[in-house]
Protein backbone atom coordinates (compact mmCIF):
# COMPACT_ATOMS: atom_id res chain seq x y z
CA UNK A 1 0.00 0.00 0.00
CA UNK A 2 1.46 3.31 -0.77
CA UNK A 3 2.49 5.42 2.09
CA UNK A 4 4.66 8.16 0.08
CA UNK A 5 2.94 11.29 -1.67
CA UNK A 6 4.74 13.00 -4.22
CA UNK A 7 2.67 16.88 -4.28
CA UNK A 8 3.90 18.60 -7.74
CA UNK A 9 4.10 22.55 -7.82
CA UNK A 10 1.25 24.47 -9.40
CA UNK A 11 1.05 23.97 -12.69
CA UNK A 12 3.90 21.38 -13.18
CA UNK A 13 0.99 18.47 -14.02
CA UNK A 14 0.53 19.23 -17.73
CA UNK A 15 3.30 16.77 -19.10
CA UNK A 16 1.86 13.88 -16.61
CA UNK A 17 -1.97 14.86 -18.21
CA UNK A 18 0.05 14.44 -22.09
CA UNK A 19 0.73 10.50 -20.24
CA UNK A 20 4.83 11.38 -20.34
CA UNK A 21 5.77 9.06 -17.83
CA UNK A 22 8.70 11.43 -15.75
CA UNK A 23 8.22 13.60 -13.14
CA UNK A 24 11.43 15.96 -12.84
CA UNK A 25 12.36 16.90 -9.47
CA UNK A 26 12.12 20.15 -10.38
CA UNK A 27 8.45 19.63 -10.48
CA UNK A 28 8.10 18.46 -6.66
CA UNK A 29 6.59 20.95 -4.40
CA UNK A 30 6.17 18.16 -1.04
CA UNK A 31 6.37 14.96 -0.10
CA UNK A 32 3.74 13.41 2.53
CA UNK A 33 4.79 10.62 4.41
CA UNK A 34 2.67 8.23 5.94
CA UNK A 35 2.90 8.95 10.03
CA UNK A 36 4.18 5.00 9.71
CA UNK A 37 6.64 5.46 7.29
CA UNK A 38 9.81 3.93 9.16
CA UNK A 39 12.24 6.60 7.12
CA UNK A 40 12.26 10.90 7.19
CA UNK A 41 12.62 10.62 3.02
CA UNK A 42 11.19 8.38 0.55
CA UNK A 43 13.74 5.32 -0.04
CA UNK A 44 14.72 4.87 -4.15
CA UNK A 45 12.88 2.39 -5.48
CA UNK A 46 9.57 2.78 -3.46
CA UNK A 47 6.18 2.82 -5.05
CA UNK A 48 4.81 6.57 -4.70
CA UNK A 49 1.48 8.07 -5.57
CA UNK A 50 1.73 11.35 -7.30
CA UNK A 51 -0.88 14.51 -7.61
CA UNK A 52 -0.94 17.83 -8.46
CA UNK A 53 -1.03 20.87 -6.08
CA UNK A 54 -4.78 20.60 -5.54
CA UNK A 55 -4.80 16.35 -4.32
CA UNK A 56 -5.92 15.34 -7.37
CA UNK A 57 -4.41 11.75 -8.26
CA UNK A 58 -2.62 11.51 -11.51
CA UNK A 59 -0.96 7.97 -11.41
CA UNK A 60 1.77 5.99 -9.30
CA UNK A 61 5.43 4.85 -9.87
CA UNK A 62 8.76 4.14 -8.50
CA UNK A 63 10.81 6.56 -6.85
CA UNK A 64 14.57 7.35 -7.45
CA UNK A 65 17.15 9.80 -7.01
CA UNK A 66 18.23 12.37 -9.83
CA UNK A 67 17.17 14.79 -12.05
CA UNK A 68 13.65 12.00 -12.99
CA UNK A 69 12.48 10.95 -9.68
CA UNK A 70 9.49 9.20 -10.52
CA UNK A 71 8.91 6.93 -13.52
CA UNK A 72 4.81 6.61 -13.68
CA UNK A 73 4.07 3.00 -14.18
CA UNK A 74 0.27 3.43 -14.14
CA UNK A 75 -1.61 7.25 -14.66
CA UNK A 76 -4.72 8.10 -12.54
CA UNK A 77 -4.63 5.66 -9.85
CA UNK A 78 -3.07 5.79 -6.25
CA UNK A 79 -1.99 1.97 -5.99
CA UNK A 80 -0.60 -0.48 -7.99
CA UNK A 81 -3.07 -3.58 -8.27
CA UNK A 82 -1.66 -7.56 -7.54
CA UNK A 83 -1.61 -8.48 -11.07
CA UNK A 84 0.12 -5.32 -12.52
CA UNK A 85 3.58 -7.24 -13.87
CA UNK A 86 0.91 -10.13 -14.95
CA UNK A 87 -0.91 -7.89 -17.01
CA UNK A 88 1.57 -5.33 -18.69
CA UNK A 89 3.94 -8.72 -19.24
CA UNK A 90 0.85 -10.69 -20.65
CA UNK A 91 0.08 -7.37 -23.13
CA UNK A 92 3.92 -7.44 -24.40
CA UNK A 93 3.89 -10.95 -24.95
CA UNK A 94 0.27 -11.26 -26.97
CA UNK A 95 2.20 -7.86 -28.85
CA UNK A 96 5.15 -9.80 -29.79
CA UNK A 97 3.34 -12.93 -31.09
CA UNK A 98 1.22 -10.71 -33.41
CA UNK A 99 4.26 -9.31 -34.92
CA UNK A 100 5.05 -13.09 -36.05
CA UNK A 101 8.38 -13.20 -34.36
CA UNK A 102 7.97 -16.54 -32.08
CA UNK A 103 8.37 -19.62 -34.39
CA UNK A 104 10.41 -22.38 -35.82
CA UNK A 105 13.27 -19.67 -37.32
CA UNK A 106 12.84 -17.39 -34.45
CA UNK A 107 13.33 -17.56 -30.78
CA UNK A 108 15.19 -14.20 -29.91
CA UNK A 109 12.68 -10.56 -29.14
CA UNK A 110 12.66 -8.23 -26.91
CA UNK A 111 9.40 -9.08 -24.67
CA UNK A 112 9.84 -5.74 -23.26
CA UNK A 113 11.20 -2.02 -23.37
CA UNK A 114 10.67 -0.17 -20.55
CA UNK A 115 8.23 3.41 -21.32
CA UNK A 116 7.58 1.71 -24.68
CA UNK A 117 5.50 -1.10 -23.33
CA UNK A 118 4.28 0.91 -20.30
CA UNK A 119 7.09 -0.68 -17.72
CA UNK A 120 9.53 2.39 -17.39
CA UNK A 121 13.14 1.33 -16.00
CA UNK A 122 12.61 -2.36 -17.39
CA UNK A 123 14.05 -4.19 -20.29
CA UNK A 124 13.72 -8.36 -20.87
CA UNK A 125 15.00 -10.05 -23.87
CA UNK A 126 14.13 -13.48 -24.55
CA UNK A 127 16.77 -16.50 -25.87
CA UNK A 128 14.83 -19.77 -26.88
CA UNK A 129 13.57 -20.47 -23.65
CA UNK A 130 15.97 -17.94 -21.29
CA UNK A 131 14.68 -14.30 -20.40
CA UNK A 132 17.36 -12.15 -19.51
CA UNK A 133 16.21 -8.78 -17.29
CA UNK A 134 17.82 -5.86 -16.90
CA UNK A 135 16.25 -3.18 -14.32
CA UNK A 136 17.55 0.55 -15.27
CA UNK A 137 15.55 1.59 -11.91
CA UNK A 138 15.79 0.90 -8.38
CA UNK A 139 12.03 0.09 -8.44
CA UNK A 140 12.51 -2.40 -11.23
CA UNK A 141 15.32 -4.05 -9.06
CA UNK A 142 13.00 -4.58 -5.59
CA UNK A 143 10.05 -5.81 -7.90
CA UNK A 144 12.62 -8.60 -9.90
CA UNK A 145 10.99 -11.55 -8.20
CA UNK A 146 7.57 -10.36 -9.60
CA UNK A 147 8.52 -9.89 -12.63
CA UNK A 148 10.45 -13.16 -13.08
CA UNK A 149 7.03 -15.05 -11.90
CA UNK A 150 5.14 -12.89 -14.25
CA UNK A 151 7.66 -13.81 -17.44
CA UNK A 152 6.83 -17.64 -17.20
CA UNK A 153 3.69 -17.65 -16.28
CA UNK A 154 2.73 -15.38 -19.43
CA UNK A 155 5.40 -16.45 -21.79
CA UNK A 156 5.03 -20.45 -22.57
CA UNK A 157 8.71 -20.87 -23.78
CA UNK A 158 10.51 -19.73 -21.20
CA UNK A 159 11.84 -21.68 -18.88
CA UNK A 160 14.91 -19.97 -17.21
CA UNK A 161 15.08 -16.12 -15.84
CA UNK A 162 18.39 -14.34 -15.58
CA UNK A 163 18.88 -10.76 -13.84
CA UNK A 164 21.85 -9.21 -15.15
CA UNK A 165 21.78 -5.41 -14.06
CA UNK A 166 25.15 -4.91 -13.19
CA UNK A 167 25.61 -2.10 -15.56
CA UNK A 168 22.47 -0.83 -15.68
CA UNK A 169 21.35 0.08 -12.03
CA UNK A 170 21.28 3.95 -11.17
CA UNK A 171 25.32 4.36 -9.71
CA UNK A 172 23.94 6.74 -7.22
CA UNK A 173 21.48 3.48 -5.63
CA UNK A 174 23.30 1.87 -2.83
CA UNK A 175 22.89 -1.45 -3.58
CA UNK A 176 25.71 -4.39 -2.98
CA UNK A 177 27.16 -5.80 -5.88
CA UNK A 178 26.19 -9.22 -5.68
CA UNK A 179 22.64 -8.32 -5.91
CA UNK A 180 22.68 -6.98 -9.26
CA UNK A 181 23.92 -10.08 -11.01
CA UNK A 182 23.68 -13.87 -10.82
CA UNK A 183 20.05 -14.54 -9.71
CA UNK A 184 18.52 -17.45 -11.98
CA UNK A 185 14.76 -18.06 -11.62
CA UNK A 186 13.21 -21.44 -13.22
CA UNK A 187 9.98 -22.12 -14.27
CA UNK A 188 8.81 -22.67 -10.52
CA UNK A 189 10.18 -19.29 -9.49
CA UNK A 190 12.61 -20.54 -7.25
CA UNK A 191 16.19 -18.69 -7.13
CA UNK A 192 19.05 -20.68 -7.62
CA UNK A 193 21.10 -18.49 -5.27
CA UNK A 194 23.35 -15.73 -6.16
CA UNK A 195 26.05 -17.29 -8.17
CA UNK A 196 25.35 -18.15 -11.88
CA UNK A 197 24.92 -21.95 -11.84
CA UNK A 198 25.70 -24.34 -14.53
CA UNK A 199 22.11 -24.26 -16.10
CA UNK A 200 23.46 -20.09 -17.37
CA UNK A 201 27.03 -21.00 -17.74
CA UNK A 202 26.79 -23.35 -20.40
CA UNK A 203 27.53 -22.75 -23.95
CA UNK A 204 23.67 -20.96 -25.38
CA UNK A 205 22.58 -20.87 -28.76
CA UNK A 206 19.39 -18.92 -30.25
CA UNK A 207 17.85 -18.28 -33.62
CA UNK A 208 17.25 -15.47 -35.23
CA UNK A 209 15.67 -15.82 -39.04
CA UNK A 210 17.28 -18.96 -39.08
CA UNK A 211 20.64 -18.03 -38.13
CA UNK A 212 22.28 -19.16 -34.86
CA UNK A 213 24.06 -16.31 -32.61
CA UNK A 214 26.16 -17.42 -29.36
CA UNK A 215 24.48 -15.52 -26.67
CA UNK A 216 26.78 -14.56 -23.39
CA UNK A 217 24.53 -12.90 -21.17
CA UNK A 218 26.85 -13.40 -18.41
CA UNK A 219 29.74 -11.35 -20.25
CA UNK A 220 28.59 -9.80 -23.15
CA UNK A 221 27.25 -6.17 -23.62
CA UNK A 222 23.84 -5.51 -22.62
CA UNK A 223 21.31 -8.93 -22.36
CA UNK A 224 23.92 -10.41 -24.45
CA UNK A 225 22.88 -9.91 -28.19
CA UNK A 226 21.83 -6.83 -29.75
CA UNK A 227 18.14 -7.22 -30.49
CA UNK A 228 17.48 -4.19 -32.18
CA UNK A 229 19.17 -4.95 -35.25
CA UNK A 230 17.28 -7.60 -36.56
CA UNK A 231 15.46 -6.23 -39.21
CA UNK A 232 18.31 -3.97 -40.58
CA UNK A 233 20.32 -7.48 -40.45
CA UNK A 234 17.92 -8.60 -42.73
CA UNK A 235 17.97 -5.59 -45.00
CA UNK A 236 21.78 -5.96 -45.60
CA UNK A 237 21.81 -9.13 -46.76
CA UNK A 238 19.85 -8.28 -49.41
CA UNK A 239 23.00 -5.78 -50.42
CA UNK A 240 25.49 -8.61 -49.85
CA UNK A 241 25.50 -10.74 -53.17
CA UNK A 242 29.25 -10.32 -54.39
CA UNK A 243 30.19 -7.56 -52.41
CA UNK A 244 33.27 -6.82 -50.24
CA UNK A 245 31.75 -5.79 -47.02
CA UNK A 246 33.59 -4.48 -43.56
CA UNK A 247 31.63 -4.63 -40.45
CA UNK A 248 32.97 -2.21 -37.94
CA UNK A 249 32.19 -2.23 -34.22
CA UNK A 250 31.35 -5.91 -34.71
CA UNK A 251 30.55 -7.09 -31.71
CA UNK A 252 28.89 -10.71 -31.87
CA UNK A 253 28.86 -10.93 -35.89
CA UNK A 254 25.43 -10.21 -36.96
CA UNK A 255 25.43 -8.05 -40.12
CA UNK A 256 28.95 -9.98 -40.85
CA UNK A 257 26.83 -13.26 -40.31
CA UNK A 258 23.67 -12.14 -42.76
CA UNK A 259 26.15 -10.87 -45.18
CA UNK A 260 27.75 -14.18 -45.67
CA UNK A 261 24.21 -16.01 -45.84
CA UNK A 262 23.32 -13.14 -48.57
CA UNK A 263 26.45 -13.97 -50.66
CA UNK A 264 28.92 -11.64 -49.81
CA UNK A 265 32.28 -12.33 -51.91
CA UNK A 266 34.27 -11.36 -48.34
CA UNK A 267 33.53 -9.95 -44.92
CA UNK A 268 35.75 -8.55 -42.87
CA UNK A 269 34.80 -8.02 -39.07
CA UNK A 270 36.29 -5.53 -36.76
CA UNK A 271 35.99 -4.96 -33.32
CA UNK A 272 38.36 -4.03 -30.32
CA UNK A 273 37.01 -6.25 -28.34
CA UNK A 274 39.40 -9.37 -28.19
CA UNK A 275 36.39 -11.49 -26.76
CA UNK A 276 34.01 -9.99 -29.05
CA UNK A 277 35.88 -11.03 -32.05
CA UNK A 278 36.21 -14.82 -30.39
CA UNK A 279 32.43 -15.02 -30.25
CA UNK A 280 32.27 -14.03 -34.08
CA UNK A 281 34.44 -16.53 -35.43
CA UNK A 282 31.96 -19.00 -33.24
CA UNK A 283 29.34 -17.61 -34.78
CA UNK A 284 30.47 -17.75 -38.61
CA UNK A 285 31.85 -21.22 -37.71
CA UNK A 286 28.56 -22.29 -36.65
CA UNK A 287 26.38 -21.02 -39.52
CA UNK A 288 29.10 -21.32 -42.00
CA UNK A 289 31.67 -23.91 -40.98
CA UNK A 290 35.07 -23.45 -42.68
CA UNK A 291 33.81 -20.80 -44.68
CA UNK A 292 37.18 -18.78 -45.73
CA UNK A 293 35.45 -15.74 -47.24
CA UNK A 294 35.01 -14.27 -43.18
CA UNK A 295 38.38 -13.01 -41.11
CA UNK A 296 37.97 -11.37 -38.09
CA UNK A 297 40.28 -8.22 -36.58
CA UNK A 298 40.68 -7.66 -32.74
CA UNK A 299 41.78 -3.65 -33.85
CA UNK A 300 40.61 0.38 -32.91
CA UNK A 301 38.14 0.93 -35.39
CA UNK A 302 40.00 4.63 -36.29
CA UNK A 303 43.05 2.87 -36.70
CA UNK A 304 41.93 -0.23 -38.70
CA UNK A 305 39.97 2.77 -41.24
CA UNK A 306 42.60 4.41 -41.31
CA UNK A 307 43.69 3.40 -44.95
CA UNK A 308 40.86 0.91 -46.27
CA UNK A 309 40.98 2.65 -49.85
CA UNK A 310 38.81 1.08 -52.56
CA UNK A 311 38.86 -2.32 -50.46
CA UNK A 312 35.30 -2.43 -49.87
CA UNK A 313 31.80 -1.42 -51.76
CA UNK A 314 29.68 -2.57 -48.58
CA UNK A 315 30.81 -0.80 -44.75
CA UNK A 316 28.37 -1.27 -41.68
CA UNK A 317 29.30 1.63 -38.89
CA UNK A 318 27.22 0.48 -35.64
CA UNK A 319 29.30 2.13 -33.34
CA UNK A 320 28.60 1.84 -29.48
CA UNK A 321 26.50 4.83 -27.91
CA UNK A 322 28.40 7.60 -28.25
CA UNK A 323 26.68 10.13 -26.77
CA UNK A 324 25.03 8.45 -23.04
CA UNK A 325 23.72 11.71 -21.75
CA UNK A 326 23.36 15.46 -23.50
CA UNK A 327 26.41 16.31 -21.97
CA UNK A 328 28.37 14.70 -24.64
CA UNK A 329 26.38 15.66 -27.76
CA UNK A 330 28.96 17.81 -29.22
CA UNK A 331 32.04 15.38 -28.97
CA UNK A 332 29.76 12.56 -29.84
CA UNK A 333 28.86 14.55 -33.47
CA UNK A 334 32.14 15.00 -34.47
CA UNK A 335 32.74 11.18 -33.73
CA UNK A 336 30.13 10.38 -35.91
CA UNK A 337 30.80 12.98 -38.52
CA UNK A 338 34.30 11.52 -38.20
CA UNK A 339 33.64 8.01 -38.50
CA UNK A 340 31.56 8.71 -41.25
CA UNK A 341 33.59 10.49 -43.11
CA UNK A 342 35.88 7.89 -43.11
CA UNK A 343 33.69 5.51 -44.46
CA UNK A 344 32.60 8.00 -47.75
CA UNK A 345 36.28 8.83 -48.34
CA UNK A 346 37.27 5.07 -48.90
CA UNK A 347 34.41 3.06 -50.30
CA UNK A 348 34.61 2.17 -53.81
CA UNK A 349 32.63 3.70 -56.23
CA UNK A 350 28.61 3.27 -56.29
CA UNK A 351 29.44 1.12 -52.38
CA UNK A 352 26.60 0.61 -50.01
CA UNK A 353 26.91 2.30 -46.36
CA UNK A 354 24.91 1.42 -43.36
CA UNK A 355 25.38 3.96 -40.82
CA UNK A 356 24.04 3.78 -37.02
CA UNK A 357 23.61 6.01 -34.10
CA UNK A 358 22.15 4.03 -30.80
CA UNK A 359 22.62 7.39 -28.62
CA UNK A 360 19.32 8.60 -27.45
CA UNK A 361 20.64 11.75 -26.76
CA UNK A 362 21.28 12.32 -30.37
CA UNK A 363 17.81 12.39 -32.39
CA UNK A 364 17.57 11.65 -36.22
CA UNK A 365 17.98 15.43 -37.50
CA UNK A 366 21.32 15.47 -35.14
CA UNK A 367 22.87 12.26 -36.65
CA UNK A 368 21.01 12.89 -40.16
CA UNK A 369 22.96 16.34 -40.50
CA UNK A 370 26.97 14.64 -38.91
CA UNK A 371 26.14 12.17 -41.56
CA UNK A 372 25.62 14.61 -44.61
CA UNK A 373 28.46 16.77 -42.85
CA UNK A 374 31.13 13.82 -43.43
CA UNK A 375 29.42 13.35 -46.70
CA UNK A 376 30.05 17.27 -48.13
CA UNK A 377 33.70 17.02 -46.39
CA UNK A 378 34.56 14.32 -49.13
CA UNK A 379 32.47 15.91 -51.74
CA UNK A 380 31.33 12.50 -53.52
CA UNK A 381 27.62 12.11 -54.33
CA UNK A 382 25.83 10.36 -52.08
CA UNK A 383 22.52 8.73 -52.23
CA UNK A 384 19.75 7.69 -48.92
CA UNK A 385 18.22 4.67 -49.54
CA UNK A 386 16.47 3.83 -46.47
CA UNK A 387 16.63 5.22 -43.12
CA UNK A 388 16.28 2.99 -40.33
CA UNK A 389 15.20 2.69 -36.97
CA UNK A 390 14.09 0.32 -33.94
CA UNK A 391 11.68 -2.93 -34.56
CA UNK A 392 8.30 -3.09 -33.49
CA UNK A 393 9.51 -5.17 -30.34
CA UNK A 394 11.21 -2.22 -29.41
CA UNK A 395 8.00 0.17 -29.52
CA UNK A 396 8.22 3.55 -28.68
CA UNK A 397 5.62 5.16 -26.39
CA UNK A 398 3.96 8.19 -28.39
CA UNK A 399 4.16 10.59 -25.44
CA UNK A 400 7.58 9.07 -24.60
CA UNK A 401 9.53 10.39 -28.24
CA UNK A 402 12.55 9.60 -26.04
CA UNK A 403 12.35 6.32 -26.76
CA UNK A 404 13.17 6.70 -30.30
CA UNK A 405 16.90 5.61 -29.89
CA UNK A 406 18.67 3.62 -32.59
CA UNK A 407 18.64 5.93 -36.10
CA UNK A 408 20.28 4.67 -39.16
CA UNK A 409 20.88 5.00 -42.63
CA UNK A 410 21.67 3.30 -46.02
CA UNK A 411 23.59 5.36 -48.44
CA UNK A 412 24.94 4.97 -51.98
CA UNK A 413 27.85 6.81 -52.58
CA UNK A 414 29.07 7.37 -56.58
Not at 42 to 54: F, I, K, M, R, S
Not at 136 to 154: D, F, L, P, W
Not at 237 to 261: H, P
Amino acid sequence: MTVITIVLKPHKEESLLRFHPWVFSGAIGRVVLDKNYPYDEPQEGEVVCVTDHQGNVLGVGHYQIGSITVRILEFGVRTLSEDFYLRRIAAAYALRQSLGLIGERNNTYRLVHGEGDFLPGLVVDVYADTAVVQAHSVGMHRSRQRIAEAIVTCVPEVKNVYYKSDDTLPFKADIKAEDKVGELVNAECKMHGQSPNAECTAEFWSMENGLEFRIDWLRGQKTGFFVDQRENRALLERFAQGRDVLNMFCYTGGFSVYALRGGAKMVHSVDVSEKAVELVRKNVERNFPSDTRHEAFAKEAFAFMADIQNKYDLIILDPPAFAKHRDAIKNALRGYQRINQKAIEQIRPGGILFTFSCSQAIDKEMFRLAVFSAAAAVGRKVKILHQLHQPADHPINIYHPEGEYLKGLVLQVE
